[in-house]
Protein backbone atom coordinates (compact mmCIF):
# COMPACT_ATOMS: atom_id res chain seq x y z
CA UNK A 1 0.00 0.00 0.00
CA UNK A 2 1.40 3.65 -0.73
CA UNK A 3 1.53 6.09 2.43
CA UNK A 4 -0.47 8.69 1.91
CA UNK A 5 0.74 11.86 4.02
CA UNK A 6 -1.37 14.96 4.77
CA UNK A 7 -0.09 17.75 6.43
CA UNK A 8 -0.49 18.44 9.86
CA UNK A 9 -3.37 20.51 10.11
CA UNK A 10 -2.54 21.77 13.91
CA UNK A 11 1.23 22.91 12.48
CA UNK A 12 -0.82 24.95 9.61
CA UNK A 13 -2.80 26.96 11.73
CA UNK A 14 0.49 27.44 13.61
CA UNK A 15 2.43 28.91 11.24
CA UNK A 16 -0.33 30.97 8.63
CA UNK A 17 -2.93 32.14 11.75
CA UNK A 18 -1.03 32.07 14.76
CA UNK A 19 -3.18 34.43 16.52
CA UNK A 20 -6.38 32.21 15.65
CA UNK A 21 -8.32 30.87 18.81
CA UNK A 22 -7.62 27.02 19.37
CA UNK A 23 -9.49 27.14 22.98
CA UNK A 24 -11.96 29.36 24.99
CA UNK A 25 -12.37 27.66 28.36
CA UNK A 26 -14.18 30.16 30.58
CA UNK A 27 -12.66 33.81 30.62
CA UNK A 28 -9.28 32.35 28.97
CA UNK A 29 -8.71 31.49 25.26
CA UNK A 30 -6.04 30.20 23.68
CA UNK A 31 -3.86 30.97 20.53
CA UNK A 32 -2.37 28.52 17.85
CA UNK A 33 1.37 30.14 18.65
CA UNK A 34 0.78 29.61 22.49
CA UNK A 35 -0.80 25.74 22.14
CA UNK A 36 1.96 24.78 19.47
CA UNK A 37 4.41 25.39 22.52
CA UNK A 38 2.52 23.30 25.20
CA UNK A 39 2.04 20.28 22.96
CA UNK A 40 6.05 20.75 22.43
CA UNK A 41 5.93 20.27 26.11
CA UNK A 42 3.44 17.28 26.18
CA UNK A 43 5.15 15.60 22.85
CA UNK A 44 8.94 16.20 24.92
CA UNK A 45 7.11 14.51 28.27
CA UNK A 46 5.55 11.71 26.19
CA UNK A 47 8.77 10.65 24.37
CA UNK A 48 10.14 9.70 27.78
CA UNK A 49 7.05 7.03 28.49
CA UNK A 50 7.80 3.59 26.87
CA UNK A 51 5.13 4.21 23.89
CA UNK A 52 5.98 3.68 20.70
CA UNK A 53 4.00 4.79 17.44
CA UNK A 54 1.19 2.31 17.17
CA UNK A 55 1.24 1.55 20.98
CA UNK A 56 -2.57 2.37 22.49
CA UNK A 57 -2.64 5.45 25.42
CA UNK A 58 -5.70 5.46 27.65
CA UNK A 59 -7.39 8.83 28.93
CA UNK A 60 -9.62 9.27 31.54
CA UNK A 61 -9.70 13.01 32.67
CA UNK A 62 -12.24 15.58 32.52
CA UNK A 63 -12.32 17.97 29.34
CA UNK A 64 -9.51 20.74 29.51
CA UNK A 65 -7.12 22.67 27.83
CA UNK A 66 -4.57 20.15 28.85
CA UNK A 67 -6.59 17.52 27.16
CA UNK A 68 -6.70 18.81 24.26
CA UNK A 69 -2.79 19.15 24.46
CA UNK A 70 -2.21 15.64 25.08
CA UNK A 71 -4.44 14.54 22.41
CA UNK A 72 -2.66 16.33 19.82
CA UNK A 73 0.73 15.43 21.24
CA UNK A 74 -0.12 11.75 21.01
CA UNK A 75 -1.22 12.21 17.36
CA UNK A 76 2.13 13.90 15.76
CA UNK A 77 3.77 11.31 17.95
CA UNK A 78 1.46 8.47 15.83
CA UNK A 79 0.33 7.23 19.54
CA UNK A 80 -3.19 5.45 19.47
CA UNK A 81 -5.40 7.58 21.96
CA UNK A 82 -7.95 5.61 24.01
CA UNK A 83 -10.50 8.01 25.26
CA UNK A 84 -12.36 7.05 28.87
CA UNK A 85 -15.50 8.08 31.05
CA UNK A 86 -13.55 9.61 33.81
CA UNK A 87 -16.26 8.67 36.07
CA UNK A 88 -16.56 4.92 35.44
CA UNK A 89 -16.36 2.83 38.20
CA UNK A 90 -12.27 1.94 38.93
CA UNK A 91 -12.88 -1.67 38.02
CA UNK A 92 -14.89 -1.25 35.29
CA UNK A 93 -11.93 0.90 34.03
CA UNK A 94 -9.59 -1.33 33.93
CA UNK A 95 -11.66 -4.11 32.44
CA UNK A 96 -11.99 -2.12 29.24
CA UNK A 97 -8.14 -1.12 29.52
CA UNK A 98 -7.21 -4.06 29.94
CA UNK A 99 -9.80 -6.09 27.22
CA UNK A 100 -8.10 -3.73 24.33
CA UNK A 101 -4.62 -4.67 25.61
CA UNK A 102 -4.25 -0.79 26.64
CA UNK A 103 -1.20 -0.98 29.31
CA UNK A 104 -1.17 3.29 29.77
CA UNK A 105 -3.65 5.37 31.04
CA UNK A 106 -3.32 8.71 31.60
CA UNK A 107 -5.62 9.60 34.74
CA UNK A 108 -5.77 10.58 37.96
CA UNK A 109 -7.26 7.40 39.44
CA UNK A 110 -5.36 4.71 41.15
CA UNK A 111 -5.38 1.39 38.70
CA UNK A 112 -4.48 -2.15 39.05
CA UNK A 113 -2.69 -4.00 36.81
CA UNK A 114 -2.29 -0.94 34.11
CA UNK A 115 0.55 1.46 34.24
CA UNK A 116 -0.82 5.15 35.69
CA UNK A 117 0.59 7.85 34.48
CA UNK A 118 -0.81 10.87 36.57
CA UNK A 119 -1.63 14.06 34.59
CA UNK A 120 0.88 16.07 37.00
CA UNK A 121 3.61 14.41 34.76
CA UNK A 122 3.04 16.72 32.14
CA UNK A 123 3.61 19.67 34.40
CA UNK A 124 7.34 19.01 34.61
CA UNK A 125 8.78 21.68 31.49
CA UNK A 126 10.25 18.68 29.85
CA UNK A 127 11.06 20.99 27.16
CA UNK A 128 10.06 21.84 23.88
CA UNK A 129 9.92 18.76 21.03
CA UNK A 130 9.66 19.13 17.71
CA UNK A 131 6.64 18.17 15.79
CA UNK A 132 6.45 16.36 12.59
CA UNK A 133 4.52 18.01 9.69
CA UNK A 134 3.59 14.98 7.96
CA UNK A 135 0.97 12.90 9.57
CA UNK A 136 0.08 10.05 7.48
CA UNK A 137 -3.78 9.05 7.22
CA UNK A 138 -3.43 5.73 7.70
CA UNK A 139 -1.90 6.01 11.38
CA UNK A 140 -4.07 5.01 13.75
CA UNK A 141 -5.75 7.71 16.21
CA UNK A 142 -7.78 6.77 18.24
CA UNK A 143 -9.86 3.92 20.10
CA UNK A 144 -13.30 4.71 20.87
CA UNK A 145 -15.90 2.33 22.58
CA UNK A 146 -18.74 2.02 21.03
CA UNK A 147 -22.10 3.20 23.14
CA UNK A 148 -23.05 -0.29 24.19
CA UNK A 149 -26.66 0.26 24.36
CA UNK A 150 -26.58 -3.23 24.53
CA UNK A 151 -24.26 -6.07 26.05
CA UNK A 152 -20.70 -4.66 26.28
CA UNK A 153 -18.82 -1.82 24.55
CA UNK A 154 -16.65 -2.73 21.39
CA UNK A 155 -13.38 -0.44 20.81
CA UNK A 156 -13.52 0.71 17.72
CA UNK A 157 -10.10 2.41 16.23
CA UNK A 158 -10.08 4.43 14.01
CA UNK A 159 -7.24 5.95 11.63
CA UNK A 160 -5.74 9.53 11.32
CA UNK A 161 -7.61 9.64 7.77
CA UNK A 162 -11.06 7.95 8.85
CA UNK A 163 -11.23 11.38 11.28
CA UNK A 164 -9.97 13.97 8.52
CA UNK A 165 -12.07 13.02 6.00
CA UNK A 166 -15.22 13.03 8.18
CA UNK A 167 -14.39 16.26 9.18
CA UNK A 168 -13.85 17.48 5.54
CA UNK A 169 -16.87 16.27 4.47
CA UNK A 170 -19.00 17.90 7.51
CA UNK A 171 -17.76 21.26 7.13
CA UNK A 172 -18.51 21.41 3.08
CA UNK A 173 -21.90 20.55 4.15
CA UNK A 174 -22.12 22.69 7.89
CA UNK A 175 -19.21 25.80 6.87
CA UNK A 176 -16.87 25.95 9.83
CA UNK A 177 -14.14 28.51 9.19
CA UNK A 178 -11.70 30.30 11.46
CA UNK A 179 -13.42 32.56 13.60
CA UNK A 180 -15.98 30.34 14.35
CA UNK A 181 -16.43 28.39 17.64
CA UNK A 182 -17.96 24.85 17.80
CA UNK A 183 -18.90 24.44 21.67
CA UNK A 184 -17.57 20.80 22.65
CA UNK A 185 -20.96 19.86 24.83
CA UNK A 186 -20.29 16.08 24.13
CA UNK A 187 -17.10 14.35 25.66
CA UNK A 188 -14.42 13.30 24.18
CA UNK A 189 -14.70 9.67 25.19
CA UNK A 190 -17.84 9.80 22.79
CA UNK A 191 -17.06 9.59 18.72
CA UNK A 192 -19.22 12.67 18.59
CA UNK A 193 -17.06 14.75 20.76
CA UNK A 194 -13.55 13.90 19.01
CA UNK A 195 -15.97 14.90 15.83
CA UNK A 196 -15.82 18.34 17.09
CA UNK A 197 -12.94 18.32 17.69
CA UNK A 198 -11.49 17.24 14.13
CA UNK A 199 -13.57 19.34 12.31
CA UNK A 200 -12.50 22.55 14.19
CA UNK A 201 -8.95 21.31 13.54
CA UNK A 202 -9.24 20.90 9.79
CA UNK A 203 -10.29 24.63 9.27
CA UNK A 204 -9.03 26.41 11.92
CA UNK A 205 -11.98 26.90 14.22
CA UNK A 206 -12.18 27.65 17.59
CA UNK A 207 -13.11 24.55 20.36
CA UNK A 208 -15.16 26.19 23.43
CA UNK A 209 -14.66 24.03 26.62
CA UNK A 210 -17.80 24.85 28.50
CA UNK A 211 -16.82 24.58 32.69
CA UNK A 212 -18.31 21.82 34.66
CA UNK A 213 -22.24 21.94 35.36
CA UNK A 214 -22.32 25.40 33.09
CA UNK A 215 -25.73 25.39 31.18
CA UNK A 216 -25.68 24.96 27.84
CA UNK A 217 -27.51 27.93 27.07
CA UNK A 218 -24.73 29.82 29.28
CA UNK A 219 -21.28 28.54 27.62
CA UNK A 220 -22.74 29.11 24.56
CA UNK A 221 -23.18 33.02 25.15
CA UNK A 222 -20.29 33.25 27.17
CA UNK A 223 -17.77 32.07 24.29
CA UNK A 224 -19.33 33.32 21.30
CA UNK A 225 -20.41 29.95 20.00
CA UNK A 226 -21.40 29.12 16.39
CA UNK A 227 -21.88 26.01 16.33
CA UNK A 228 -23.33 23.43 18.30
CA UNK A 229 -23.99 19.60 18.57
CA UNK A 230 -26.93 18.63 20.72
CA UNK A 231 -29.37 15.45 20.84
CA UNK A 232 -32.91 16.53 21.61
CA UNK A 233 -33.46 16.39 25.08
CA UNK A 234 -30.85 19.53 25.54
CA UNK A 235 -32.84 21.37 22.69
CA UNK A 236 -35.75 20.41 24.13
CA UNK A 237 -34.86 21.88 26.81
CA UNK A 238 -33.41 25.33 25.61
CA UNK A 239 -36.54 26.06 23.93
CA UNK A 240 -38.44 26.44 26.47
CA UNK A 241 -36.28 28.80 28.51
CA UNK A 242 -35.66 32.84 27.74
CA UNK A 243 -32.11 32.20 28.01
CA UNK A 244 -31.87 29.15 26.01
CA UNK A 245 -33.73 31.17 23.08
CA UNK A 246 -31.13 33.89 23.23
CA UNK A 247 -28.80 31.31 23.12
CA UNK A 248 -29.97 29.48 20.03
CA UNK A 249 -30.52 32.59 18.43
CA UNK A 250 -26.76 33.48 18.34
CA UNK A 251 -26.12 30.45 16.61
CA UNK A 252 -25.13 28.87 12.65
CA UNK A 253 -25.49 25.76 12.76
CA UNK A 254 -27.35 23.65 15.45
CA UNK A 255 -26.55 19.71 14.57
CA UNK A 256 -28.80 17.22 16.39
CA UNK A 257 -28.17 13.43 16.78
CA UNK A 258 -29.05 10.97 19.15
CA UNK A 259 -31.84 9.53 17.23
CA UNK A 260 -35.32 10.32 15.41
CA UNK A 261 -36.13 13.71 17.48
CA UNK A 262 -39.73 14.20 18.06
CA UNK A 263 -41.99 15.81 15.00
CA UNK A 264 -43.50 18.35 18.00
CA UNK A 265 -39.54 19.38 18.27
CA UNK A 266 -39.04 19.71 14.33
CA UNK A 267 -41.83 21.46 13.79
CA UNK A 268 -41.18 23.87 16.63
CA UNK A 269 -37.19 24.99 15.65
CA UNK A 270 -38.44 25.34 12.02
CA UNK A 271 -41.01 27.31 12.19
CA UNK A 272 -38.65 29.63 14.90
CA UNK A 273 -35.99 29.67 11.69
CA UNK A 274 -33.35 28.08 13.47
CA UNK A 275 -30.06 26.50 11.67
CA UNK A 276 -31.24 22.87 12.60
CA UNK A 277 -29.42 20.15 10.81
CA UNK A 278 -30.45 16.42 11.60
CA UNK A 279 -28.17 13.97 10.99
CA UNK A 280 -27.32 10.09 11.04
CA UNK A 281 -24.18 8.82 12.29
CA UNK A 282 -22.08 6.36 14.41
CA UNK A 283 -18.97 5.30 16.22
CA UNK A 284 -18.10 3.18 13.30
CA UNK A 285 -18.11 5.81 10.73
CA UNK A 286 -15.96 8.44 12.54
CA UNK A 287 -19.66 10.29 13.60
CA UNK A 288 -21.25 11.35 10.49
CA UNK A 289 -23.08 9.41 8.10
CA UNK A 290 -26.11 11.61 6.68
CA UNK A 291 -27.18 14.84 7.49
CA UNK A 292 -29.33 17.57 5.55
CA UNK A 293 -28.36 20.47 4.00
CA UNK A 294 -28.36 24.09 4.91
CA UNK A 295 -31.95 25.95 5.44
CA UNK A 296 -33.76 22.66 5.27
CA UNK A 297 -37.10 22.28 4.95
CA UNK A 298 -39.31 20.52 7.26
CA UNK A 299 -40.03 17.69 5.32
CA UNK A 300 -36.10 17.25 5.11
CA UNK A 301 -35.66 17.56 8.92
CA UNK A 302 -38.13 14.78 9.58
CA UNK A 303 -35.35 12.45 8.00
CA UNK A 304 -31.67 12.11 8.36
CA UNK A 305 -30.71 14.15 5.41
CA UNK A 306 -28.19 12.70 2.15
CA UNK A 307 -25.26 10.92 2.76
CA UNK A 308 -21.94 13.00 3.05
CA UNK A 309 -20.49 10.67 1.60
CA UNK A 310 -21.52 10.05 -2.12
CA UNK A 311 -22.62 6.02 -2.40
CA UNK A 312 -21.36 4.96 1.31
CA UNK A 313 -25.15 4.49 2.28
CA UNK A 314 -26.87 1.17 1.06
CA UNK A 315 -29.88 -0.48 1.99
CA UNK A 316 -29.38 -4.72 2.45
CA UNK A 317 -31.32 -7.28 2.99
CA UNK A 318 -33.90 -6.83 5.51
CA UNK A 319 -33.46 -3.08 5.17
CA UNK A 320 -30.21 -3.11 7.12
CA UNK A 321 -28.51 -0.16 6.78
CA UNK A 322 -24.79 -1.24 5.15
CA UNK A 323 -21.79 1.23 4.81
CA UNK A 324 -18.82 1.77 2.97
CA UNK A 325 -16.42 4.68 3.09
CA UNK A 326 -12.87 6.46 3.99
CA UNK A 327 -14.67 7.33 7.17
CA UNK A 328 -15.13 3.12 7.96
CA UNK A 329 -13.10 2.58 11.22
CA UNK A 330 -10.22 0.36 10.98
CA UNK A 331 -12.36 -2.47 12.72
CA UNK A 332 -12.74 -3.33 16.31
CA UNK A 333 -9.42 -4.06 18.81
CA UNK A 334 -9.17 -6.40 21.23
CA UNK A 335 -6.00 -8.35 23.43
CA UNK A 336 -5.63 -10.59 19.71
CA UNK A 337 -5.51 -7.53 17.42
CA UNK A 338 -8.30 -5.66 14.76
CA UNK A 339 -11.53 -7.37 13.31
CA UNK A 340 -13.31 -5.42 10.36
CA UNK A 341 -16.90 -7.61 10.24
CA UNK A 342 -17.53 -6.75 6.24
CA UNK A 343 -20.51 -8.53 4.46
CA UNK A 344 -19.85 -10.50 1.29
CA UNK A 345 -20.03 -7.09 -0.44
CA UNK A 346 -17.66 -5.86 1.75
CA UNK A 347 -19.78 -3.19 3.45
CA UNK A 348 -19.93 -2.81 7.35
CA UNK A 349 -23.87 -3.86 8.46
CA UNK A 350 -24.87 -0.94 11.19
CA UNK A 351 -27.59 -2.90 12.70
CA UNK A 352 -29.41 -0.23 12.06
CA UNK A 353 -32.73 -0.24 9.82
CA UNK A 354 -33.84 2.54 7.51
CA UNK A 355 -34.66 3.29 3.77
CA UNK A 356 -33.88 5.61 1.37
CA UNK A 357 -36.66 7.62 -0.41
CA UNK A 358 -36.88 9.09 -3.76
CA UNK A 359 -34.85 12.17 -2.79
CA UNK A 360 -32.14 10.20 -2.01
CA UNK A 361 -32.74 11.15 1.97
CA UNK A 362 -32.56 8.04 4.40
CA UNK A 363 -34.65 7.21 7.30
CA UNK A 364 -33.75 5.49 9.85
CA UNK A 365 -36.50 3.21 10.97
CA UNK A 366 -34.62 1.40 14.35
CA UNK A 367 -32.58 -1.31 15.50
CA UNK A 368 -32.41 -4.76 14.01
CA UNK A 369 -31.64 -5.95 17.40
CA UNK A 370 -34.16 -4.12 19.35
CA UNK A 371 -37.00 -5.71 17.02
CA UNK A 372 -38.70 -8.40 19.19
CA UNK A 373 -41.60 -10.99 18.43
CA UNK A 374 -45.28 -10.98 19.88
CA UNK A 375 -47.75 -13.14 19.13
CA UNK A 376 -46.33 -13.94 16.18
CA UNK A 377 -45.77 -10.42 15.12
CA UNK A 378 -42.38 -8.53 14.47
CA UNK A 379 -42.62 -5.34 16.30
CA UNK A 380 -40.05 -2.64 16.17
CA UNK A 381 -40.24 -0.68 19.08
CA UNK A 382 -38.44 2.75 17.12
CA UNK A 383 -41.72 2.76 14.98
CA UNK A 384 -44.46 2.86 17.95
CA UNK A 385 -42.28 5.59 19.58
CA UNK A 386 -41.94 7.39 16.34
CA UNK A 387 -46.15 7.60 16.39
CA UNK A 388 -45.76 8.62 19.67
CA UNK A 389 -43.91 11.38 19.30
CA UNK A 390 -45.81 12.66 16.63
CA UNK A 391 -48.45 13.60 19.29
CA UNK A 392 -47.85 17.43 20.78
CA UNK A 393 -48.78 16.27 24.22
CA UNK A 394 -45.83 13.84 24.97
CA UNK A 395 -41.79 15.17 24.68
CA UNK A 396 -40.31 12.16 24.06
CA UNK A 397 -41.04 8.19 24.45
CA UNK A 398 -38.97 5.12 24.86
CA UNK A 399 -40.89 1.77 23.65
CA UNK A 400 -39.38 -1.78 24.85
CA UNK A 401 -40.63 -5.14 24.79
CA UNK A 402 -42.06 -7.00 28.47
CA UNK A 403 -42.30 -10.45 28.51
CA UNK A 404 -46.14 -11.89 28.91
CA UNK A 405 -47.49 -15.16 29.16
CA UNK A 406 -49.88 -15.47 26.16
CA UNK A 407 -47.80 -13.01 23.89
CA UNK A 408 -44.36 -13.72 24.87
CA UNK A 409 -43.52 -10.20 24.51
CA UNK A 410 -45.44 -6.96 24.66
CA UNK A 411 -44.80 -3.00 24.10
CA UNK A 412 -44.35 -1.27 27.14
CA UNK A 413 -43.96 2.87 26.82
CA UNK A 414 -41.86 4.80 28.93
CA UNK A 415 -43.57 8.46 28.07
CA UNK A 416 -42.27 12.23 29.00
CA UNK A 417 -45.19 14.57 29.31
CA UNK A 418 -47.15 16.44 31.49
CA UNK A 419 -50.22 14.24 32.13
CA UNK A 420 -50.53 10.43 30.88
CA UNK A 421 -53.10 10.99 28.67
CA UNK A 422 -53.25 7.35 27.68
CA UNK A 423 -56.60 6.21 25.91
CA UNK A 424 -55.68 9.12 23.28
CA UNK A 425 -52.66 7.86 23.10
CA UNK A 426 -53.45 4.28 22.41
CA UNK A 427 -56.21 5.66 19.91
CA UNK A 428 -53.40 6.92 17.98
CA UNK A 429 -51.14 3.94 17.53
CA UNK A 430 -54.00 1.67 16.55
CA UNK A 431 -55.25 3.99 14.04
CA UNK A 432 -51.11 4.58 12.87
CA UNK A 433 -49.95 1.17 13.66
CA UNK A 434 -51.31 -2.68 14.17
CA UNK A 435 -52.88 -3.68 16.89
CA UNK A 436 -50.66 -5.65 18.48
CA UNK A 437 -48.31 -2.25 18.43
CA UNK A 438 -50.03 -0.82 21.03
CA UNK A 439 -48.53 -0.95 24.29
CA UNK A 440 -49.72 -2.83 27.44
CA UNK A 441 -47.93 -0.36 30.18
CA UNK A 442 -47.80 3.17 30.36
CA UNK A 443 -45.12 4.42 32.46
CA UNK A 444 -43.89 7.78 33.32
CA UNK A 445 -40.51 8.64 32.21
CA UNK A 446 -38.30 8.44 35.34
CA UNK A 447 -37.05 11.86 37.06
CA UNK A 448 -33.43 10.59 37.29
CA UNK A 449 -32.02 8.10 35.42
CA UNK A 450 -27.87 8.43 35.82
CA UNK A 451 -26.14 8.18 32.62
CA UNK A 452 -22.63 8.27 34.49
CA UNK A 453 -21.30 10.69 31.63
CA UNK A 454 -23.79 8.81 28.43
CA UNK A 455 -25.38 10.89 25.75
CA UNK A 456 -27.74 7.89 24.58
CA UNK A 457 -30.20 6.24 26.81
CA UNK A 458 -29.44 2.80 28.04
CA UNK A 459 -31.97 0.52 26.87
CA UNK A 460 -31.15 -2.36 29.50
CA UNK A 461 -31.38 0.15 32.23
CA UNK A 462 -34.73 1.57 30.91
CA UNK A 463 -35.93 -2.02 30.40
CA UNK A 464 -35.02 -2.77 34.22
CA UNK A 465 -36.61 0.31 35.06
CA UNK A 466 -39.91 -0.72 33.34
CA UNK A 467 -40.20 -4.35 34.98
CA UNK A 468 -39.54 -2.77 38.42
CA UNK A 469 -42.16 -0.05 37.94
CA UNK A 470 -44.79 -2.82 36.76
CA UNK A 471 -43.74 -5.12 39.41
CA UNK A 472 -44.37 -2.09 42.04
CA UNK A 473 -48.02 -1.47 40.65
CA UNK A 474 -48.90 -5.36 40.98
Known sequence: MTMHTDNSPFLHWTEHKPDALLLRSGRHSFRYASCRKAVQQYVAALEKLPLEPG?????????????????????????VVFPLNPKFPRVYLEERLAAAGCEHCVTDLELEGIHRIPHSLFKKEPGLAALSAELPAENAATLVLTSGSSGQPKAAQHSLGNHRHNARLSNRNIALNSGDTWLLSLPLFHIAGLGIF????????????????????????ANGVTHVSLVAAQLQRMLYSESGMAALNKLKAILLGGGPPPTTLLKRCHDLGLPLFTTYGMTEMATQITTTRPGAALEDLQTSGWPLDAGSVHIGEGNVIALSSECLFMGYRNTDGLTLPLNGEGRFESGDLGRVDDAGRLHVLGRQDNMFISGGENVQPEAIAQCLQELDDIEFALVVPIPHDEWGHVPAALICANEMNTDAWTAHVEQQLPRFCRPHHWIPWPEKMDSNGDIKIKREEMIAYVQDWIAEQG
Do not use: M, N, W
Not at 55 to 79: E, K, M, N, T
Open 55 to 79: DLLGVALPPSPQYIYLLLAALHLRI
Open 198 to 221: FRCLEDGATIALPKEDEALEDAIL
